[in-house]
Structures are given as C-alpha cells and as structure tokens.
C-alpha cells in the first residue's frame, strides 16, 4: 500500500502537481476489530476528502489549474498488522460500498 501510494505521490511532483485545501481532508475511526492474537485488525474509516489536485499557475492569468476538485466521501476497512519488527503497518484499504459526493462522516 505504501508502494502504491509513494509511486502516486512521485507522480504527481513529476508533474509539477500540489495538493491545496488539505485542511479539506479528514478521517474518522469509526471501528476497530482486533485479531484474536492481537497481530492484526481491520479499522473502518470513513473519509471526506475535499482538497485539490492543482497545476500550479498553469490556468488563466497565473491561476491554479484544477486537475481533480470532487468532493468524495466514504469508508473503508484498513487491514493493519503488527509486524515482526513491533510496527504497525497498513496492507490494504479497500472501500466498503461505494463513495458519495456528500460528505457521509458523522459530525465532529
């Protein structure tokens, strides 16, 4: 997941691309169900995320060129685990339904 995620980054500076609005950006725990040996759980999140991927001066007069602006929300099931080196590390995060252009999170 992080490989993953890293190479999405890397892109994006590749490309001279900020992310602006990150206060826009949140998660929620909203469960954690741990493993019988406790090595392992899998913590719903719900997320809305609000910020912006932009193209720094790249629209008209020097404006910010928006490359990706919708609001999205939803959950997801991050399958964590402690690994043998006493670090917990997330492997997956697959959606649980689908995603929604209103903000689903309960009220914080």
Wanted: proline share 4%; aromatic share 8%.
């Amino acid at each position: 997941m992080l490989t993953v995620n890293t190479n999405r980054i890397n892109e994006w500076n590749a490309a001279g691309y900020a992310v602006v609005d990150r206060d826009q950006f949140r998660y929620e725990i909203e469960r954690v169900e741990l493993s019988d040996d406790g090595r392992a759980a899998v913590v719903t999140v719900c997320f809305a995320d609000g910020s912006k991927l932009v193209d720094p001066g790249a629209g008209p007069d020097g404006a910010d060129l928006v490359i990706d602006g919708t609001f999205t929300s939803g959950r997801e099931a991050w399958d964590v685990r402690l690994d043998d080196d006493g670090v917990w590390r997330a492997y997956d995060a697959p959606l649980v339904g689908a995603t929604e252009p209103t903000d689903v999170c309960a009220a914080t």
